[in-house]
């Protein structure tokens, strides 16, 4: 069975996931934390996949992102539509009662705010991060592989970051990346070995 290498960004996102449930990983499970920015992103997955033991590696970018779509809410979750079997995803994730949305999931070099996420909604994406473009690129310049991306909801139009409610949003961010390792697993263990062996 090929390794797992979950990527994520920020400290508060690899402390999530330490904190997750890791019982029904199906093979190795690396995660790496890269920094934030999509340059930081691409060059810490290039670094890592050249290790023989994640060569092959499938890869899942995950953490926070922000919505775009009305109606979205801080918890929800984004299934990147780059992502190998993402319907797959998306209904195991709901089935664990997680509110999913696939579709486009637009890369930024900042955080977007305002206007700028109506421009961004404007060329189909659902959600924007500054790393899950990068990580995926990265992952298939090493080789063809089975690549993903699930980004759980910080902040909406309605729920900004920055403003009184941020702690709350993101508490609930929190708890749901944690909360949502199994289902990383059971892609893994499906459409990794599936659609690639």
Avoid at 148 to 177: C, K, M, N, Q, S
């Amino acid at each position: 069975m090929t390794a797992l290498l979950v990527v994520c960004a920020l400290g508060v996102e690899r402390f999530a996931l330490r904190g997750g449930d890791r019982t029904g990983a199906a093979g190795p499970v690396a995660l790496l934390r890269t920094g934030m920015g999509p340059q930081a992103a691409g060059r810490a997955v290039t670094e890592a996949l050249r290790a023989p033991e994640l060569r092959d590696a499938a890869v899942l970018a995950t953490g926070f992102c922000a919505g775009l779509s009305p109606g979205m809410r801080p918890g929800d979750l984004v299934v990147s539509d780059e992502t190998h079997g993402a319907g797959q995803l998306a209904a195991a994730l709901e089935a664990a009662g997680h509110t999913v949305h696939t579709g486009r999931l637009a890369g930024s070099d900042h955080v977007v705010r305002g206007a700028e996420r109506s421009v961004l909604r404007s060329t189909g994406a659902i959600a924007v991060d500054m790393e899950s473009t990068a990580i995926l690129h990265a992952a298939l310049a090493r080789g063809p592989r089975p690549v993903a991306a699930v980004r759980v909801v910080v902040d909406t139009p309605e729920h900004e970051l920055l403003r009184v409610g941020t702690l709350r949003t993101g508490i609930t961010a929190f708890r749901v990346l944690r909360a949502i390792l199994p289902a990383f697993f059971e892609w893994h263990r499906t459409t990794a070995v599936l659609s690639w062996r």
